[in-house]
T-cell receptor, first 116, second 113 residues
Framework: DTGVSQDPRHKITKRGQNVTFRCDPISEHNRLYWYRQTLGQGPEFLTY????????KSRLLSDRFSAERPKGSFSTLEIQRTEQGDSAMYLC??????????????FGPGTRLTVL | KNQVEQSPQSLIILEGKNCTLQ??????????LRWYKQDTGRGPVSLTIMTFSENTKSNGRYTATLDADTKQSSLHITASQLSDSASYIC????????????FGAGTTVTVRA
């Protein structure tokens, strides 16, 4: 257990429905990241927050995707009008941006989304 | 084209044996390289982080090497245990871009008794 939690762990939905995932990072971490991972591939970067500010979004994050981190603590990732191609593992990670050197990203267990 | 390529895609080894995984990357300018271990159905867990000035770093039975000139890294697992069965992912970030990680597809290691 890395200290990063995600909810739910599994979600099955029908095409066209909206889904929302939650991530609770390690409490003192100021950076939070969302990734998507499909079977047999490494995670792909979606977006990241420093405190409550969303500083970068990947082109993978279409208009149907929105992420928030309203108080700089937990974050939500919403997918509207889900498509079968959205089926994947959605991973959240957090890190503490220090004074120097690379920061370690700690990953949550992921939310596995299946769109029928 | 993926900027991080790993080989082999998968391997099977007997418990107690050693193995070496390879990673080639094209990310430039380079900042740091990480190896993560990912158990099935779980999030990745960091094993090592190396900057361009580091050639080797160990974490228990895991030893990572880095050659920033040839843009290659390896992860050596010594005296493998059944719990080492997992996917091992090479991750690279570029200079000034350390929040944005480029992941390889991973090498799936299966350790058999």
């Amino acid at each position: 257990d890395t200290g990063v939690s995600q909810d739910p762990r599994h979600k099955i939905t029908k095409r066209g429905q909206n889904v929302t995932f939650r991530c609770d990072p390690i409490s003192e971490h100021n950076r939070l990241y969302w990734y998507r991972q499909t079977l047999g591939q490494g995670p792909e970067f979606l977006t990241y927050f420093q405190n409550e500010a969303q500083l970068e979004k990947s082109r993978l994050l279409s208009d149907r995707f929105s992420a928030e981190r309203p108080k700089g603590s937990f974050s939500t990732l919403e997918i509207q009008r889900t498509e079968q191609g959205d089926s994947a593992m959605y991973l959240c990670a957090s890190s503490l941006r220090g004074q120097g050197g690379p920061d370690t990203q700690y990953f949550g267990p992921g939310t596995r989304l299946t769109v029928l | 084209k993926n900027q991080v390529e790993q080989s082999p895609q998968s391997l099977i080894i007997l418990e107690g044996k050693n193995c070496t995984l390879q990673c080639n990357y094209t990310v430039s300018p380079f900042s740091n390289l990480r190896w993560y271990k990912q158990d099935t159905g779980r999030g990745p867990v960091s094993l090592t982080i190396m900057t361009f000035s580091e050639n080797t770093k160990s974490n228990g039975r895991y030893t990572a090497t880095l050659d920033a000139d040839t843009k290659q890294s390896s992860l050596h697992i010594t005296a493998s245990q059944l719990s080492d069965s997992a996917s091992y992912i090479c991750v690279v970030s570029g200079e000034g871009n350390d929040y944005k990680l480029s992941f390889g597809a991973g090498t799936t290691v299966t350790v058999r008794a």
